[in-house]
């Protein structure tokens, strides 16, 4: 399956979902950050603007910018100015006798002079302030992720970060943008938008048409989330977050096609294991991600690490003493105990009677090495599942059913594949393959 693609398919899921509260925006935003990131980007507005920062066009408009900015322009006015001993400016002579005979017709020192005075603060150049100072701070905001030199920062701000420093310059040292005012909290407002946008100036054009494009990624319309998808929120060497993203909504979805106008997706608050939960008639459906949904007490745990030593085999032992020799090195670090990383999709389906699993590990590959090692995970993870410490699966179906496991990995093209049906102790899907057959494979365990 494409990336763009998956995009498309995230672009929509995530107008659906999150942007209308009912799925948590921040486990989106944690899984599209780039590596990296501090917690001054943790939430969707911060990262439209980390990535509005990143874009190309931003970049080219800052490069510019000095040369640019030397054909700013101003409104003319006539400023009025009441002097007495001297005469500044042209003298407006019916305001003098005004002004004179007001305050004292014999007063022949008075005079009310005009001159002429350039103006700022004009919508275009209000425009252009409120697109500085957005870029501006969102720079001083990032200094330590320059310094830190990830590629995906300096690619686009030179290597050199003499760019950044220009920027900086003009925004606080520049004569002429010193001169235009702070925006109102309100401003630009649609109207100067459209005053910029049919300037002549180049200048005041590109800037209305970067505060809009910004604009629309905080309306998070979506085509303005696909492009963040596609272009700056996902590093390149990690296309199996998009893929695990896609498949975690399709599971939403599926839910949701299943459930005959009874599906109810609650949002779930910050800080939990859980990222959704779903009611479907009697049963509460429960959905996690990227983690052992430890919250719930799920867990992965391997038996080698409870089992009594002198139960264990000499493999057992092995792997046992290489944790304990790995905890005493680091002096006692948490260390990890279960299976393999726990980035497992989990299905948690519960009623009064019983509660049913769906476990499901993607691998963003069509490598047979890579498949066969992400069927060996997905069968580890259903063999030692446990709730509340206690295995999930008994000894005579450690896999469950056979529909309790799915595999998600990439298109296989020109090779022959198991149906469903042929298939034994897990599922796997091809990505393009999830969208219709998922569904199926719910039917077997709701």
Known sequence: ????????????????????????????????????????????????????????????????????????????????????????????????????????????????????????????????????????????????????????????????LELVDEMQNVFERNVHVTRIREPASYEPTDRMLERAAASRSELYRDAAGLLRTYRRGLRAEEDAIAELLRETAITPDDEETLLELYVLFRYVSAVEDMSDGQFTLRTIQSGSQEVARMERGNQEVVLYHDNSARDRDLSFVPEEFETPREELSRAGVIQREAQSVAESYFGERELRQSTGRPDVIVLEIRDDQQRQYLVTEVKNSTNYDTVRSGIKETLEYLAFLRQDDDLVFDDDEPFGSGWNGLLVIQDIEGEETATLDDQQSIRILQASEVEQQLQRVLEKIL
């Open 1 to 160: 399956m494409r990336r763009e693609q998956l995009v498309e398919g995230l672009s929509q899921d995530i107008l659906a979902y999150v942007m209308h509260g009912s799925f948590p925006e921040q486990h989106v935003v944690d899984e599209l950050a780039p590596e990296g990131i501090d917690d001054r980007f943790e939430d969707y507005e911060s990262l439209v603007r980390l990535h509005f920062l990143l874009r190309n066009d931003v970049v080219e408009f800052v490069e510019g910018l000095r040369h640019r900015l030397r054909s700013i322009e101003t409104a003319t006015e006539n400023v009025s100015q009441t002097t007495r001993g001297q005469v500044d400016g042209r003298v407006n002579w019916p305001g003098t006798v005004k002004q004179r005979y007001a305050r004292n017709p014999k007063d022949r020192s008075l005079f009310v002079c005009e001159q002429r005075s350039e103006n700022y603060d004009t919508d275009q150049n209000v425009v252009l302030k409120r697109l500085l100072a957005l870029i501006y701070e969102t720079l001083s905001e990032c200094a330590e992720l320059f310094e830190r030199g990830y590629d995906w920062v300096t690619d686009r701000w030179q290597e050199s």
